[in-house]
């Protein structure tokens, strides 16, 4: 078997793993888990009516950041780095980043100020691939994400391992453009976008929890858009 193989082996049965534990953790908390999928449209939105309560759709994506001026780094100088309550703190190169096992989702993008934008086809990895890899210590139970704009944002480790929580680098068959948070941001499609960070730079596992930058300003810690928890 080469060593690709083992790589990718090991990666799955870590994650194989870490499912079962948090399979068992979301079976304790049921508030955190979604419904079994049903109806139709993508898995964010099955069995729910189209929007969640008080959303518009949008056709044309919006913009909506901090708008800090930033050092953008070139694909050479970028990296992203997983780190914290992990067995193996790691650096990913973008070579590193990009092969890695990908992901493809479709899924809706609801933003806290309203509005909605549907079926978006996203192409990335999976957080929980990053998560197998640096294997969180078993008192780990949050997630930071930190952004190359300062922008930080908290997640339960249970929402962070979802399986459409995507570090995206690809949106509709195409690149991901620098205004959305390219050449990689998250996606979080059972919470608000605000969970999701733009220019993605470092995935901080924590024991405790620790509120990100709009959670510190009075955005809900859970953010779940339909249940209309949008702030605290
Ligand atoms: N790095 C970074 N990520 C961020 C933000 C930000 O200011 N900086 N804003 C968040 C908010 S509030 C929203 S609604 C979405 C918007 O993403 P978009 O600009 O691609 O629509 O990004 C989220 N991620
Ligand atoms: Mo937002």
């Known amino acids: 078997m080469s060593t690709r193989d083992e790589k990718l082996q090991r990666i799955v049965e870590a994650r194989l793993k870490l499912r079962a534990r948090f399979l068992e953790k979301m079976a304790r908390t049921p508030g955190l888990s979604d419904e079994r999928p049903q109806g ?7 069995g729910m009516p189209k929007l969640p ?5 949008t056709r044309k994506w919006p913009v909506l950041d901090l708008g800090v001026p930033f050092d953008q780094p070139s694909l050479e100088e970028w990296e992203l780095r997983i780190d914290g309550a992990v067995e193996q703190p790691l650096t990913l190169s973008w070579t590193d980043f990009r092969s890695l096992p990908q992901a493809e989702d479709t899924s ?12 978006v086809q996203w192409k990335g990895v999976q957080l929980a691939t990053l998560a197998a890899l640096a294997r969180p210590l078993p008192e ?20 962070a391992l979802k399986d ?4 995206v680098h690809t949106y509709n068959g195409k690149p991901l453009p620098r205004e959305h948070g390219g050449p990689v941001r998250m996606i979080t499609p059972q919470l608000y976008a605000w969970k999701g960070a733009k220019w993605i730079r470092r995935i901080e596992f924590l024991r405790q929890d620790q509120p990100g930058f709009w959670e510190q300003r009075g955005y809900s810690n859970t953010a779940h858009p339909w249940r209309d928890d949008r702030y605290s």
């Open 140 to 159: 780990a139970g949050f997630v930071l994400a930190h952004a190359y704009d300062g922008y930080t944002t908290n997640l339960a480790l249970e929402e």
């Open 108 to 119: 809706d993008f609801h933003c806290v100020t309203g509005w909605s934008l549907m079926d």
């Open 40 to 46: 139709s449209g993508p898995p964010n939105r099955h």
């Open 164 to 167: 459409d929580v995507l570090l």
């Open 53 to 57: 309560p008080d959303q518009t759709e």
